[in-house]
C-alpha cells in the first residue's frame, strides 16, 4: 500500500497510473492470499491421511495450488477494500473450519482436549477460533464501513468535478495564508 500511495501521484500518465494499480493489486493479492492458504495447509495437514506415500507432497500441492488459486482469484477484484475484505472473510471462514475438521478427523473435538490435558490441541484451536471470529468481526464491521465511506468520497468526487468545469482547474492555497502576508 505504501508503494502505491507513493506512485498514486498527477505526474504520472494515466497508463503508468494503470500499471502501478495492476502491480499493487498483484501485491495484495500475493500476500493476503496467504492467510486463507495457511489455514487451507492447516486443514489439510489433518485431511490428508498419514499412510499416505508422498503425504507431504500431497499437502504442500495444496497449499501452494491453494495459494495459487486465491491469488488468480484476487486480481479479478479491482476494489482494494473488497480484495481485503474477501481475504479476510475467506481466511475466516476456513480458520472456523480447522477445529471442525479436527474434530471430525481425530476426534480431539475442543472440549474433549481441554479434559483430556491436550494443551497443546486445544491451543491451536482456540487460536483458530479467535482469528476466525476476529477475522469476521473486521470484515463485517470495519471493511463494509469504510467501503460506505469510500463511497461517499468518490460521489463528493464525482459532484465537484461536475461542478468545476474541466477546462478550470483550482489553484491551490496556502495552508497558513493569512499568516504568511504581512498587515
Known amino acids: 500500500m505504501i508503494w502505491r500511495t507513493a506512485r498514486d501521484k498527477p505526474k504520472y500518465t494515466l497508463k503508468q497510473r494503470r500499471f502501478h494499480h495492476r502491480v499493487t493489486k498483484f501485491y495484495l493479492a500475493f500476500t493476503l492470499s496467504l492467510f486463507p492458504a495457511l489455514a487451507l495447509i492447516f486443514i489439510a495437514n489433518k485431511v490428508v491421511p498419514l499412510e499416505l506415500v508422498g503425504r507431504v507432497s500431497y499437502v504442500n500441492g495444496i497449499f501452494f495450488s491453494g495459494w495459487l488459486v486465491l491469488t488468480v482469484l484476487g486480481m479479478f477484484w479491482n476494489n482494494y477494500r473488497k480484495l481485503n475484505r474477501n481475504y479476510v472473510l475467506i481466511g475466516s471462514i476456513l480458520g472456523l473450519t480447522i477445529p471442525i475438521v479436527y ?3 481425530t476426534g480431539d473435538w475442543i472440549w474433549n482436549s481441554i479434559l483430556a490435558g491436550q494443551y497443546y490441541v486445544f491451543g491451536v484451536d482456540l487460536t483458530w477460533l ?3 471470529f476476529t477475522g469476521l468481526l473486521i470484515s463485517r464491521y470495519y471493511l463494509v464501513e469504510k ?3 469510500n463511497n461517499m468520497a ?3 468526487e464525482e459532484i ?3 461542478i468545476t468545469p474541466k477546462n478550470q482547474k483550482e489553484e491551490p492555497q496556502p495552508v497558513l495564508q493569512h499568516f ?3 498587515n
Open 103 to 105: 474434530g471430525i478427523v
Open 180 to 182: 504568511s502576508k504581512p
Open 154 to 156: 468518490e460521489v463528493e
Open 130 to 132: 479467535i482469528i476466525g
Open 147 to 149: 467501503e460506505n465511506e
Open 160 to 162: 465537484n468535478t461536475a
